[in-house]
């Protein structure tokens, strides 16, 4: 089975700094796709940015980036000049490449931004 | 339309009633999804509906009940909920892997069970 671990439960950022969260992920699979999910006490979940396994060019959307680590089996998020918005609960989630397979989601980092 | 629309946001209901929880999208999404979602923890996947094919969690008590009318709507029916049941229920949708792949989520029923 897939197993997705967010390793930092809680982290702290000064607005306008920069901030990576820490996903690993194990899975037996070839074809799959990652992603990085926002969800702010407003509960909807927001897509942030998505990684195709077989694209070894790491994804970003502006302040937005990852770090794709593929042997590693890693793949950590980068916050650029984080903005008061930013504060959320992050979760990385993998799903394999069939095509209409649920999401396995870590459990979490709580995003704190500090003005 | 790019949304996935969740019906009702709230939802209290006792140990004895029957509800429905209702998830619709018209982006021609061909896999639907429940997932539940307890306080401080991430979702859980309950359901999978993919191409006329219903996919279920073992661990799902059988007091939950999907239901599938058309490749738009797909329906959540509870009956005899237990306190535990208590959650933010979430549905979500996804096309078919590719470069636009990805899943949308709705905003979610949050169900108290009393």
């Known amino acids: 089975a897939q197993t997705v671990t967010q390793s930092q439960p809680e982290m702290s950022v000064q607005e306008a700094e920069t901030v990576t969260l820490s996903c690993t992920y194990d899975?037996?699979?070839?074809?799959?796709?990652l992603f990085w999910y926002k969800q702010p006490p407003s509960r909807q979940m927001i897509l942030v940015i998505r990684?195709?396994?077989?694209?070894?060019q790491n994804a970003t959307e502006n302040r937005f980036s990852v770090n794709f680590q593929k042997a590693a089996k890693s793949f950590s998020l980068k916050i650029s000049d984080s903005q008061l918005g930013d504060a959320a609960m992050y979760f990385c989630?993998?799903?394999?490449?069939?095509?209409?397979?649920?999401?396995?989601f870590g459990k979490g980092t709580h995003l704190i931004i500090q003005p | 339309d790019t949304e996935v629309t969740q019906t009702p946001k709230h939802l209290v209901m006792g140990m004895t009633n029957k509800k429905s929880l209702k998830c619709e999208q018209h982006?021609?999404?061909?896999?639907m999804y429940w997932y539940k979602q307890k306080a401080k923890k991430p979702p859980e996947l309950m359901f999978v509906?993919?191409?006329?094919?219903?996919?279920i969690n073992e661990s799902v008590p059988s007091r939950f009940s999907p239901e599938c009318p058309n490749s738009s709507l797909l329906n959540l029916h509870l009956h005899a909920l237990q306190p535990e049941d208590s959650a933010l229920y979430l549905c979500?949708?996804?096309?078919?892997?590719?470069?636009?792949?990805?899943?949308?989520f709705g905003s979610g029923t949050r169900l108290t069970v009393v």
């Open positions: 979500a949708s996804s096309q078919r892997a590719g470069t636009d792949y990805g899943y949308t």
């Open positions: 982006m021609g999404h061909r896999a």
């Open positions: 509906y993919s191409y006329e094919k219903l996919s």
């Open positions: 899975t037996s699979e070839s074809d799959y796709y």
């Open positions: 990684q195709e396994a077989y694209k070894q």
């Open positions: 989630a993998y799903t394999s490449g069939g095509g209409a397979d649920g999401l396995t």
